[in-house]
């Protein structure tokens, strides 16, 4: 894997998440640089990763070959706008995390048709554990793709899409499905303490069975998930009356809701911003 120098503009959650992912990887950390527009969340990164910090995104972009644009969307169009005005941008390789932005509005706020893959990554990147999808216009080179291909395969699994709206199905189904899987089992978790278990042994519960479930799935992929599922299932069981509860409430069609809600959100985020 090359290691080009690679910057990262805004140090938030998703920086911090792929951040500690490269680092821990072997990604040398003399190579990366952040930056902040405050303070603290930099001094963490630089005391906890020894990374290279500053609050200037026109240092940060000077120093790198890659620059990874890690603001929120509605911050984007001021963060470039001001950076093209000092760093001369050729030769640059832009990677974008952000959510809904197409690379032509991406372009557009850089000035220019500079390279751009986009990236939709999410937070278990942290553990090495993240998801990805990448995208990228036929015009960006073979050893571009390559290279944050392999930056993010370091972080995770990747998945490349060959149209650009892919990247919302990939918001839906992995850069925020974390979050459904939070709440999934925060009630889960209430509902434990509800029956009498405390917080802690209640936590402990739910997240050892999901842990050896998630690793259930992945340790078998012959397996449908619905044949994962009748393994439980025991006729006339408990668990037959908890799924069939879910069913009834129709769990399926409260998740696609959300799911298609993702992708609105990312439709109409392209229109905002
Ligand atoms: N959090 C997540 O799970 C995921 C987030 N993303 C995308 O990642 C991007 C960042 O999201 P998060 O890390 O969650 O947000 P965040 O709010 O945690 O981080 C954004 C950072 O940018 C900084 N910032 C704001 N204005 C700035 C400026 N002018 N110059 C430099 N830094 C500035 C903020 O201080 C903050 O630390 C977003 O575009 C989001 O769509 C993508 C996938 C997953
Ligand atoms: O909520 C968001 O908009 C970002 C994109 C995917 C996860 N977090």
């Given at each position: 894997?090359?290691?080009?120098?690679?910057?990262?503009?805004?140090?938030?959650?998703?920086?911090?998440?792929?951040?500690?992912?490269?680092?821990?990887?072997g990604?040398?950390?003399?190579a990366?640089?952040?930056?902040?527009?405050?303070?603290?969340?930099?001094?963490?990164?630089?005391?906890?990763?020894?990374?290279?910090v500053?609050?200037?995104?026109?240092?940060?972009?000077?120093?790198?070959?890659?620059?990874?644009?890690?603001?929120?969307?509605?911050?984007?169009?001021?963060?470039?706008?001001?950076?093209?005005?000092?760093?001369?941008?050729?030769?640059?390789?832009?990677?974008?995390?952000?959510?809904?932005?197409?690379?032509?509005?991406?372009q557009?706020m850089?000035?220019?048709?500079?390279?751009?893959?986009?990236?939709?990554?999410n937070?278990?990147s942290?553990?090495?554990?993240?998801m990805?999808?990448?995208?990228?216009?036929?015009?960006?080179?073979?050893?571009?793709?390559?290279?944050?291909?392999?930056?993010?395969?370091?972080?995770?699994?990747?998945?490349?899409?060959?149209?650009?709206?892919?990247?919302?199905?990939?918001?839906?189904?992995?850069?925020?499905?974390?979050a459904?899987?939070?709440?999934?089992?925060?009630?889960?978790?209430?509902?434990?303490?509800?029956q009498?278990?405390?917080?802690?042994d209640?936590?402990?519960?739910?997240?050892q069975?999901?842990l050896?479930?998630a690793?259930?799935?992945?340790?078998?992929?012959?397996?449908?998930?619905?044949?994962?599922?009748?393994?439980?299932?025991?006729?006339?069981?408990?668990?037959?009356?908890?799924?069939?509860?879910?069913?009834?409430?129709?769990?399926?069609?409260?998740?696609?809701?959300?799911?298609?809600?993702?992708?609105?959100?990312?439709?109409?985020?392209?229109?905002?911003?």
């Amino acid at each position: 894997m090359q290691h080009r120098k690679l910057a990262f503009i805004g140090a938030g959650n998703m920086t911090r998440s792929i951040v500690a992912g490269l680092v821990s990887s072997g990604y040398p950390k003399e190579a990366i640089i952040a930056s902040n527009r405050s303070r603290p969340k930099l001094d963490a990164l630089q005391e906890e990763l020894g990374i290279n910090v500053t609050q200037s995104n026109d240092e940060a972009c000077q120093f790198a070959d890659a620059i990874v644009l890690s603001v929120k969307p509605q911050m984007m169009a001021d963060v470039c706008a001001a950076m093209q005005q000092q760093t001369d941008f050729s030769g640059k390789l832009f990677i974008s995390i952000a959510a809904g932005l197409p690379v032509s509005r991406l372009q557009e706020m850089l000035g220019g048709d500079y390279p751009v893959v986009r990236v939709m990554p999410n937070t278990p990147s942290l553990l090495g554990m993240g998801m990805s999808g990448l995208y990228a216009q036929d015009s960006v080179s073979q050893a571009d793709r390559d290279y944050v291909a392999d930056v993010m395969a370091a972080v995770g699994k990747t998945l490349w899409v060959e149209q650009e709206d892919g990247i919302n199905g990939v918001i839906a189904a992995a850069g925020s499905s974390p979050a459904y899987f939070f709440l999934f089992l925060q009630a889960m978790q209430d509902e434990c303490m509800a029956q009498g278990f405390s917080k802690d042994d209640a936590r402990l519960l739910v997240q050892q069975a999901m842990l050896g479930a998630a690793q259930m799935v992945c340790e078998n992929p012959q397996l449908e998930l619905s044949e994962l599922r009748a393994q439980v299932t025991s006729k006339g069981g408990t668990t037959a009356a908890a799924v069939n509860s879910l069913i009834d409430s129709d769990l399926q069609q409260i998740v696609a809701k959300a799911m298609q809600a993702a992708v609105a959100r990312a439709e109409e985020m392209a229109t905002l911003f």
